[in-house]
């Protein structure tokens, strides 16, 4: 059952930035209406009311609404507060005491990804991420498991040809054949995988965390000499890391649940 909100208004005025958010351009307030069902009086209202705040620009020639300039200031800020940073951190530490393995935690940046969280395990080997180190999507366990969340539509916009996909010493999907291969290979365990591909003799496991929308917002992945697991081990530390990704997802969404281990105790 639905829960009417206590604050109407509020709750409306989000939905319709979040609306306005995934278009691919202005749009008419009465397309508005229709979308979120809900009247054009009121949206009209709380779209002037946006637009008084910056939040919106009314682009009166196109009678067309868009998102306004207080708009990207907040994306600014989310960039300056780095949350996804902050509600990873603890969580990937405690993944790493669990597995007493290397983890980390990315968001996917064009068709790379960029490593936000690492945690390097005691006594394991040296690896080439490190924080702010961009890598190819593709070659990644963690940039195929947000490729493999993505809408297919999304996914050919990132990959239009064969040029897109760039090798690593020969390595990884030479097609997007073979890309789509990888990535339905992912959708199919629950859970993306890279052995040697970026570094020889290193493999991953990794999952995505979604935000409220259902967007792959990170991912986390574990990653470890290959000779310390056999690949029927994988989806036991598959099953971990997913702990570890259903808790950001939560935190992401503003519902904390109840982690394995509550932060502060390494």
């Known amino acids: 059952m639905v ?13 319709v930035l979040t ?5 691919r351009g ?53 960039s300056r507060q780095e949350p996804l940073s ?10 790493v005491d669990r597995l007493g393995e290397s983890a980390h935690l990315v968001v996917l940046h ?33 940039g195929r498991a947000l490729l493999a969340a993505l809408p297919a539509a999304q996914l050919r916009a990132l990959y239009p040809n064969q040029a897109a996909l760039e090798q690593r ?18 959708r199919t365990d629950g859970y993306a995988t890279e052995n040697g591909e970026i570094t020889p003799g290193i493999a991953s496991v990794a999952l995505a965390a979604r935000d409220h929308t259902g967007w792959p917002a990170a991912a986390i992945a574990v990653t470890f000499a290959h000779d310390r697991f056999i690949e029927g081990d994988w989806p ?3 099953a971990t890391v997913a702990d570890t990704a ?13 982690a394995a281990e509550p932060p502060g105790t390494r």
Request: glycine share 8%.
């Open 3 to 15: 829960v009417p909100s206590k604050v109407p208004a509020a709750q409306n005025t989000l939905r």
């Open 19 to 23: 609306h306005l958010a995934a278009q």
């Open 26 to 78: 202005p749009i008419p307030a009465a397309a508005v209406a229709t979308a979120l069902g809900l009247p054009r009086s009121t949206v009209y209202q709380l779209l002037d009311v946006l637009a008084q705040e910056g939040f919106v620009v009314h682009l009166p020639e196109e009678r067309r609404y868009g998102l306004g300039i207080a708009a990207f200031e907040l994306s600014s800020g989310f």
């Open 86 to 95: 902050r509600l990873g951190r603890p969580l990937i530490a405690q993944l």
């Open 110 to 142: 064009g068709r790379d990804v960029i490593y936000l969280v690492e945690e390097r395990a005691a006594h394991r080997p040296s690896l080439v991420s490190d924080v702010g180190v961009r890598l190819p999507a593709h070659l990644t366990a963690s």
């Open 169 to 186: 010493d020969g390595r990884g999907p030479h097609t997007r054949l073979e890309l789509r291969a990888v990535l339905d290979r992912v």
């Open 236 to 238: 036991a530390l598959a």
């Open 246 to 258: 259903a808790e950001l997802s939560r935190r992401i969404r503003g519902r904390p649940g109840t």
